[in-house]
């Protein structure tokens, strides 16, 4: 996402926090707050500490620094080799069909690339400033879901929903060639990932750096649903992605595009496997 709808999503974030926190309201319990006490009340839990502030788990500073040190390698490099890099680590649906009518032969990087991409695109971006605003993405919403999950599992979750969101890509830009980089599908997903946790706790959203999820009983996928908090926090999101990115509003007017196929595939993984890899809810 781009930096204006950064800003317009925190704005949202914070109406959000004022309906599902009571913190702007009456204080009076609301549906969701008495969901969440009900299950608290059935599967009592020893309270835990909460956790420091800035305390970044190892495998986001990991992931982070790779985006940095290969965006800095690109920059280092000749535009001829930086070329040969995107189109074979770049993720396109024109490595799925026959494009030697178009460009005179085969899509560079051949088969493995074909599998590979999946995953790579994630570690490529188009600019400092989107490099920038992927890592704080990463940062806020990442941090919540790698502490939950611990690093193994995080990182497999990642590049999961990042070839979920190369599956959107596929399936939405079919038969074209355009190339998709950035690591947004796959933090769409943790996004997801971190709204399960967010909101199975009543002030998880408000407190979510100083929140200790490791302990909270998450709710299940229709009973999130059934949160007011939540389900505006979906419908801000889902509104914005395809707006910005529709519209092509905040791309420059240039021939970048913000890829929100991709988002909308990592953001619906993340959503719907968040179980699969929660060792703790399990």
């Known amino acids: 996402m781009n930096s204006m709808a950064l800003r317009f999503l925190y704005k ?26 009900k299950l608290s009340d059935q599967y009592p839990l020893e309270p835990e500490p909460a956790q420091p ?14 985006f940095i040190a290969i965006h800095v390698v690109r920059q280092l490099i000749s535009p001829e080799m930086d070329e040969w890099l995107i189109l074979r680590f770049a993720f396109s649906a024109g490595r799925f069909f026959d494009v030697s009518q178009i460009l005179g032969g085969p899509f ?12 790579s695109h994630m570690f490529l971006h188009g600019s400092w400033e989107h490099l920038l605003i992927n890592s704080l993405w990463m940062l806020a919403f990442g941090s919540v879901v790698a502490r939950r999950f ?20 596929l399936v939405i830009y079919w038969g074209e060639i355009s190339l998709m980089i950035g690591a947004s599908g796959a933090i769409s997903g943790q996004m997801a990932a971190a709204i399960r ?31 007011r908090g939540a389900l505006m926090f979906i419908g801000v999101w889902l509104i914005l992605n395809l707006v910005f990115g529709l519209s ?18 990592g953001f619906l993984g993340g959503l719907l496997l968040f179980s699969l890899f929660d060792r703790r809810g399990n």
């Open 248 to 265: 092509g509003f905040g791309t420059g007017g240039g021939i970048a595009r913000i890829a929100w196929e991709a988002h909308l595939g």
């Open 197 to 227: 946790l967010m909101f199975s706790s009543p002030g998880g959203l408000s407190n979510m750096q100083l929140t200790n999820f490791s302990g909270i009983r998450v709710l299940s996928l229709g009973q999130l649903l059934q949160v």
């Open 53 to 66: 502030m800035f305390n970044v788990p190892g495998i986001i500073i990991v992931l982070i620094g790779s």
């Open 12 to 37: 949202c974030v914070i109406a959000v926090r004022c309906a599902s926190t009571n913190a702007c309201t009456v204080p009076r319990k609301t549906k969701e707050l008495k969901l969440t006490e």
């Open 108 to 119: 560079p990087g051949g088969t493995g690339a074909a599998v590979w991409s999946f995953f």
């Open 150 to 169: 611990g690093w193994l599992r995080f990182l497999l979750f990642t590049l999961v929903t990042a070839a979920l969101g190369a599956v959107g890509n």
